[in-house]
């Protein structure tokens, strides 16, 4: 596994249009065995407002991963009821260690908010980064996005409340 230096963040609305790209360029290069090319268009292209994604910064703890030259590798959001609503890193990026130490300050808000578990609804393909991480399937789930239809697995992480 390649590695990254990287800090991770607290995001701002400035890095919403970094945000957006990462989001887009990371659901375009999802496996092609576990999804359709209608449902990779319909995920990647669902979210594509301002308001929308500034809705989600103002809603949730969201993170980033910055390289030493500003650039946005990835982020991720964290709910209030400990749900990881969003994970996702740049293409180029991946397998370097950035997701995980994304998951890693996720945990550690979550444990900061006494929240005895945090929880997930993982794609297919990112269900075995999940597991690596600690988290445990405990479900599988039907979701429909415009019309389109998406499996996703429900898992479930156990923390150590301070």
């Not at 910064?57 to 009821?81: T, W």
Request: proline share 2%.
């Amino acid at each position: 596994m390649k590695t990254t230096t990287c800090k991770i963040r607290k995001a701002t609305l400035n890095d919403l249009p970094q945000i957006r790209a990462v989001f887009i360029d990371s659901v375009r290069a999802f496996d092609r065995t576990h999804y359709t090319e209608q449902q990779v268009e319909k995920w990647a292209t669902a979210f594509v407002k301002d308001d929308h994604w500034a809705l989600k910064l103002q809603q949730n703890r969201f993170v980033v991963a910055e390289s030493h030259l500003k650039e946005i590798s990835g982020f991720a959001a964290l709910c209030s009821d400990g749900q990881v609503e969003m994970l996702y890193v740049k293409p180029e990026a991946r397998n370097a260690g950035i997701a995980s130490k994304m998951i890693q300050q996720l945990c550690n808000i979550a444990d900061e908010s006494w929240l005895p578990c945090i929880h997930a609804e993982s794609s297919l393909a990112a269900t075995p980064f999940f597991e690596k991480n600690g988290f445990r399937v405990e479900g599988v789930l039907s979701r429909e996005l415009e019309g389109v239809h998406f499996t996703k697995i429900q898992l479930v992480k156990r923390l150590c409340v301070a």
